[in-house]
């Protein structure tokens, strides 16, 4: 059977296979499964089986119109971005369906929202949007080291930062990541914890 992993099966061309039935028979098992034990995933193929029926099931209008809604957000981003910078070259190369699996939110770490606490921090705030980067702020300086990590919503880590005791402000450089929603995770030493959704360029969620 071939290998394949949860990152190569988000592929549009392979969804479309699938869909109009001429996979082999062990590769179409494994989106089977994969969409019962992903909602990202189960979302991704959704969102191609619509905009597939929406063309027709025809793959060429299908292509011209994503190329159409590609023009329509780079106009967009015009507005926001009034020089052609890089944020604006990397949206246009999104599809919708990679943009709703970029911004469809992780359950778990949904469901600790509200499990963990906020209080020691003033920034981010929940559901804050940013650009290149990420601004954390203290209320008050830290008593001992903080651990900061960034999750993305397939559960990816990114590399943790350790801040020093005494710190009230740090920015993380976010401008390599792409767009979508994050979760920024944070462990002092003395107990406190902190558990905050946060988006990556939020105006090109679907």
Known sequence: MAEYDKHNLFDTELILDYLDGILL???HQVIDTEMQSSESFKTF???VKTTYQEAGNDRAVMQANLDKEKAISLNRLRDIFPK????IQQAIEYTTEQLIQFFTPYRRY???LNVRTDSF??????EADATNNLLIEFRNPTSSPVKCTIIDNENNKLPTVILPANTVQHNIDISQLRPG???LNIDGED???SL????????LKP
Request: no cysteine; charged share 25%; glycine share 6%.
């Open 191 to 193: 107990g406190e914890k």
């Open 121 to 126: 921090l003033s920034q981010p705030q929940q």
């Open 181 to 183: 929603v994050y979760y």
């Open 25 to 27: 028979s062990d590769a």
């Open 110 to 112: 949904d469901m600790l």
């Open 196 to 203: 905050i959704r946060f988006y990556i360029q939020k105006v």
């Open 84 to 87: 052609k910078t890089n944020p």
């Open 45 to 47: 193929v959704e969102g």
